[in-house]
Nanobody, 127 residues
C-alpha cells in the first residue's frame, strides 16, 4: 500500500502562485508514475501533470504547459506541483496519485491507471 497526503492548497488571486506537496509513504518503490489531477464541481477529473518516478520524464496538460511544474524529491518521498499564473477556472480540488503501471506520454493522464490517491487539497483562484 501507498499512502499519499497532499498539502499546500489555498486561496489566491488570479495571476498568483501556489506550490502543492504530496508526501508519499508505504511501498513507494512499487510505483512508476505519479500525477496531479484536479476536479471542479460538476466536472470530470482531469490530469494536470505526470512524472516518471524512475527518470526525468514529465508530462503536462496543454492548458498548464509553461505555467505548472511537476517535480519530485526522492529523499523526502515528496511530489510537488508549482503552479504559476493561476486562473479562476483552475479552481478545483487537486489530487495526488500514484500508479504501478508503466505509463507514458499517451496514458499518464488517465485516472483509471492510478492505484493510489490522496484526499485532495482545495485550490481557489479568485478574479
Amino acid at each position: 500500500q501507498v499512502q499519499l497526503v497532499e498539502s499546500g492548497g489555498g486561496s489566491v488571486q488570479a495571476g498568483g502562485s501556489l506550490r502543492l506537496s504530496c508526501a508519499a509513504s508505504g511501498y513507494t518503490y512499487s510505483t512508476n508514475y505519479m500525477g496531479w489531477f484536479r476536479q471542479a464541481p460538476g466536472k470530470e477529473r482531469e490530469g494536470v501533470a505526470g512524472l516518471y518516478t524512475g527518470g526525468s520524464s514529465t508530462y503536462y496538460a496543454d492548458s498548464v504547459k509553461g505555467r505548472f511544474t511537476i517535480s519530485q524529491d526522492n529523499a523526502k518521498n515528496t511530489l510537488y506541483l508549482q503552479m504559476n499564473s493561476l486562473k479562476p477556472e483552475e479552481t478545483a480540488m487537486y489530487y495526488c496519485a500514484a500508479s504501478r503501471a508503466k505509463l507514458g506520454g499517451g496514458s499518464w493522464y488517465g485516472s483509471r491507471w492510478y492505484n493510489y490517491w490522496g484526499q485532495g487539497t482545495q485550490v481557489t483562484v479568485s478574479s
